[in-house]
């Protein structure tokens, strides 16, 4: 048998600082077994604070645990009740029996321990799965509140050594203790950390690179011949609203002119194009550093739908299983309710666009001077602002439809039902995030008409208009804003929220006694077989783990969803927003150890779940780039103008056909993206009346300008329009194919298993297999 190797894969990990393992770590779970703290607690309150018909139901519950011979000791304090669940030693090795010979499990688990993180998930689902007469299960009894609170509980040497070795903020800049993580809460939740901090890790390079783009944005600021030709023009552009707005001179938004040009300039397009190389080559290592710890730990052919099997007959070994169940009925109706919910988000999109515009005339029409002079500046912000509490209210709405259409389906397992429910979730978040970004980025100013020909929201309201300078801006502004709300707000919500949670708990009740001197030198040290705490101490115990904030099986899913939403914001219009990886960074280093400080000190100990990978999130992850790829592709080559400048300098401009000048081949750049409205035309002096084109100045103005390419005799669209968008569409295939020819090179260049986890898997089924032979000849 060949002497055991650390992974190079982990090693790798370990020397970038991505991981932080003790070269003596227990890859396999330790053999502990701890009687000292109960398996699960349930508390209820006393018969004094609840109705006889509850209290009823809670004595029948127990009675039914005492029938599987669970031990349940009874504690109360004041006017609650403390059940402390502890299973007996022969359901585990009934358990390792059953995964040994189970067909995907047994290769797949040390069969010779059975640690408490397995015996809280076997104790879970027996509790979960066990009815009373009437027929209600424990979610049930929650419900009606016959049981307040049920949950697991921490132990108190491993949170410490959790809490110093990675709990603290102190931490955040130090790898991360994975294998530890995954002794403590199960590999679901380890694979979950090892994910985010390679994430992170990765988001370094495109921060970098970002900063870069931002900077040589910010080289030209000055010299630029765009910025010098808006900012010196006495150009009269045609008013913004109707009534009240008046001509206006293009030279007032020099200021917005250098902002667009900090973030839609000739970077941008590589950035871009490397973002979706990099997208691809984050997930493919992934997939190596997954495959690598999975190995370490032996949980690669690990099927949780197989171990959920095992343990409905630990619970009930007459149990009949539960069948696969399809029904078209079902699956059109989940269809019908899935579009009209995503119909509902896009329809909330339409109603932030009407805000948008209605804001607009009001700001420009009050009597703030300067809002007036900036209305579309802060319609465009206080939409984004409105956006984000559009997004606040709808993350609630979209759970609840969710959670409903994954009970229509009647999935089988409970795997089943949270791969449904991500990808429900998810898909009604990405249209709540995205549907107002994507009209901002492909919509705005490109369906608001023209003078004389304007597009009018119920005939009253005219849409908004790009600024001469491009629209990027405003897709800038848009993702700025809500990244910005949301990773501040979230964090401040999801660190204070438990923590303030949990001292107005303890401000309620009298404080405890302290631990006797016996038990805590037996909680300091391995406790031996039969040892217990004293009712004193496991009250203690049990009380300051009641203190701490619930979690649910869908809190991991939260943090989940939150970071992949984020990488969809770094990736999809990151042409727009260059320093996107750069603020996911830093929010990402704060949040890694949020989560780990939250998680190990501030709510209950999660039900350890063990598991192979992170499930459907990585088709998620993806799919999201993939549509990164079509979105830059179009951001660069429909939203930006970064085409029309191409086409200007090589057809139209001072050095179109090869001629070499003494001037910038961009001058004239921006007045030849200008269109005339004159007031001699019937359609435009009934559009704008005269007082409207009075210049600040006091100068009556025959014409006025606006940006579209037009003829200024019938308004039709000019040769040179549909010139550049015959080439806008030409690049975003261009685009489009290369990228996507170098993401697949880059995903086939690196495997995504190293081949020493291929060769240590093959190893380890011929030593299991020689071992089954020798044990069956004996």
């Not at 009823?56 to 031990?71: A, F, G, P, R, V």
């Not at 027929?135 to 509980?153: N, P, Q, T, Y």
């Not at 978040?429 to 549907?435: I, P």
Request: proline letters at 3%.
């Amino acid at each position: 048998m060949p002497v055991h190797r650390r992974q190079p894969s982990i090693e790798l990990l370990e020397f970038m600082g991505v991981v932080r393992e003790n070269g003596n770590e227990q890859t396999s779970l330790p053999p502990v077994h701890t009687p000292l703290s109960y398996d699960y607690v349930l508390v209820a309150k006393t018969i004094d604070k609840q109705e006889r018909g509850a209290f009823k139901k809670q004595t029948e519950y127990i009675e039914e645990l005492k029938k599987k011979n669970l031990k349940v000791t009874k504690i109360i304090d004041d006017d609650l009740v403390f059940y402390g669940i502890q299973a007996p030693k022969e359901i585990f090795e009934k358990y390792r029996y059953l995964l040994k010979v189970s067909d995907a499990c047994n290769w797949s688990s040390d069969q010779n321990i059975v640690p408490l993180s397995t015996r809280i998930r076997i104790v879970h689902f027996i509790l979960n799965h066990t009815p009373i007469c009437s027929g209600e299960s424990l979610r049930d009894l929650m419900k009606m509140k016959v049981f307040e609170a049920k949950f697991c509980l921490h132990e108190k040497k491993k949170q410490r050594e959790l809490k110093e070795s990675w709990a603290r903020w102190t931490a955040c800049l130090q790898g991360q203790p994975i294998t530890a993580v995954r002794n403590y809460f199960g590999e679901k939740v380890a694979l979950y950390y090892l994910w985010l901090g390679w994430y992170t890790y990765l988001l370094i390079p495109p921060a970098v690179i970002g900063v870069i783009v931002f900077l040589y944005g910010l080289a030209f600021f000055n010299s630029s011949p765009l910025i010098k030709e808006v900012c010196e023009a006495d150009t009269v552009m045609c008013p913004l609203c109707d009534k009240r707005c008046k001509v206006w001179q293009l030279s007032d938004t020099c200021t917005y002119a250098k902002v667009s040009l900090l973030f839609d300039n000739n970077g941008t397009v590589l950035f871009a194009m490397f973002m979706a190389v990099w997208a691809t080559l984050f997930l493919e290592f992934w997939k190596r550093h997954r495959a690598s710890y999975v190995c370490e730990w032996k949980v690669s052919d690990w099927c949780e739908e197989e171990e959920e099997l095992i343990l409905e007959i630990l619970n009930d070994v007459n149990c009949e299983p539960k069948e696969y169940k399809h029904s078209y009925l079902r699956s059109t109706l989940v269809l019908f309710c899935v579009t009209a919910m995503i119909l509902v988000i896009i329809g909330l999109t339409h109603a932030l666009v009407v805000f948008r515009v209605i804001t607009a005339v009001l700001l420009a029409e009050g009597s703030w001077e300067f809002l007036s002079n900036h209305s579309s500046g802060g319609a465009m912000m206080l939409g984004a602002v409105f956006h984000y509490l559009i997004i606040t209210v709808m993350t609630r709405v979209n759970r609840i439809v969710a959670m409903k259409l994954c009970e229509i389906e009647e999935t089988r397992s409970f795997a089943a039902t949270e791969k449904s429910f991500t990808v429900k979730m998810f898909t009604f978040q990405f249209f709540t995030y995205f549907s107002s970004l994507f009209y901002v980025a492909f919509f705005l100013g490109r369906i608001n008409g023209h003078p004389g020909g304007y597009v009018r929201i119920s005939g009253k309201w005219r849409l908004e208009e790009c600024h001469p300078s491009g629209c990027l801006t405003d897709l800038f502004v848009q993702m700025a804003i809500i990244m910005i709300l949301k990773q501040t707000i979230s964090n401040v919500f999801e660190f204070t929220g438990p923590w303030f949670c949990r001292w107005l708990k303890r401000r309620r009740t009298q404080k405890l006694q302290r631990k006797c001197a016996h038990c805590y030198l037996k909680d300091d040290s391995e406790a031996k077989q039969g040892a217990e705490l004293c009712d004193n101490c496991k009250l203690r115990d049990w009380v300051s783990n009641y203190h701490l904030n619930d979690v649910d099986s869908f809190s991991l899913f939260h943090e989940f969803l939150e970071m992949v939403i984020q990488f969809s914001f770094t990736t999809i219009f990151v042409a727009a927003f260059p320093l996107a990886p750069l603020l996911a960074l830093i929010n990402n280093v704060i949040e890694i150890r949020l989560d780990a400080i939250k998680m190990v000190t501030l709510e209950r100990r999660l039900v350890p779940k063990k598991t192979n990978d992170i499930g459907v999130w990585i088709d998620v992850l993806e799919a999201i780039g993939v549509l990164a790829v079509i979105a830059n592709g179009l951001v660069i080559g429909v939203s930006s103008d970064f085409i029309p400048r191409l086409v200007y300098r090589y057809h139209y401009g001072p050095c179109a056909n090869g001629t070499v000048t003494d001037i910038d081949c961009m001058t004239g750049y921006i007045n030849n993206t200008l269109s005339f409205a004159r007031m001699d035309d019937q359609n435009i002096g009934n559009e704008f009346s005269a007082s409207q084109m009075i210049t600040p100045s006091g100068l009556n103005v025959s014409y006025c300008r606006y940006k579209d390419y037009r003829s200024n005799e019938d308004y039709s669209f000019t040769p040179q329009f549909w010139l550049i968008l015959a080439v806008r569409f030409a690049f975003v295939i261009l685009f489009e194919h290369v990228v996507v020819i170098c993401k697949f090179v880059a995903a086939w260049f690196v495997p995504s298993a190293p081949i020493q986890v291929k060769n240590d898997r093959l190893f380890d089924k011929l030593n299991r297999l020689k071992e089954e032979l020798r044990s069956s000849e004996v």
